[in-house]
């Protein structure tokens, strides 16, 4: 039962690096999300896909960068690593646009940057 | 500007009470509200839902309220388990926005 698998689970990056964290689904789900979480507050929307092919930005989407080249997976990237993107990081997966049907989690993936 | 609050980041509840989360929400069109749950060092987990168009909706031992005149809703786990100690979030959608707008938390902690 993956679900939702978010590679890698911790990261650690010195400022100014770039790397790709990446989301695959086994649900065959259309939307897929990426939302930060920074201590003491909610998860926040980076950018999410409506289906293969296509981005959006959501809330907080400077300094990150995402595709959807197959339907199964969404990655998220950083050009320039900044500590201010230090977070966990989560990525979701849903049948629906809306919040009607529920959002799948992965275990997210914790990074620092230094 | 926090469109979806809860103003409690902590409770302590004694096993077998009541626990009483509590959320706010200041976006008018927000018509859909869930909850998660989340244990240390894993994703938030579905736990219940709630449409505007109904008041109350119920699975189990959780219970989920809306009033929408007061932009207000709570969950109610009752009896209260040690393993529904975690951190709970609200989160609301409306059909003209993509993704969840999600509260900051609220941890429970249920006590033996």
């Known amino acids: 039962n993956a679900g939702v698998t978010q590679t890698p689970k911790f990261r650690v990056l010195k400022t100014g690096q770039s790397m790709t964290l990446l989301c695959a689904q086994d649900?065959?789900?259309?939307?897929m999300y990426w939302y930060r979480q920074d201590p003491g507050m909610g998860l926040r929307l980076i950018h999410y896909?409506?289906?293969?092919?296509?981005?959006a930005k959501g809330e907080v989407p400077d300094g990150y960068n995402v595709s959807r080249l197959k339907k199964q997976n969404f990655l998220l990237g950083l050009e320039s690593a900044a500590p201010s993107q230090t977070s966990v990081y989560f990525c979701?997966?849903?049948?629906?646009?809306?919040?009607?049907?529920?959002?799948?989690f992965g275990d997210g993936t914790r990074l620092s940057i230094l | 500007d926090q469109q979806v609050k809860q103003n409690s980041p902590s409770l302590s509840v004694q096993e077998g009470r009541i626990s009483i989360l509590n959320c706010d929400y200041t976006n008018s069109m927000f018509d859909y509200f869930l909850w998660y749950k989340k244990y240390p060092a894993e994703g938030p987990t579905f736990l219940i839902s709630i449409s505007s168009i109904k008041d109350k909706n119920e699975d189990g031992r959780f219970t989920v309220f809306l009033n929408k005149s007061a932009k207000h809703l709570s969950l109610h786990i009752v009896p209260s388990q040690p393993g529904d100690s975690a951190v709970y979030f609200c989160?609301?959608?409306?059909?003209?926005?993509?993704?969840?707008?999600f509260g900051k938390g609220t941890h429970l902690i249920i006590q033996p």
């Open positions: 649900m065959n789900h259309e939307y």
């Open positions: 896909s409506v289906g293969e092919g296509t981005t």
């Open positions: 989160a609301a959608s409306g059909t003209l926005a993509d993704g969840l707008t």
């Open positions: 979701a997966s849903s049948t629906t646009r809306t919040g009607h049907q529920p959002q799948h």
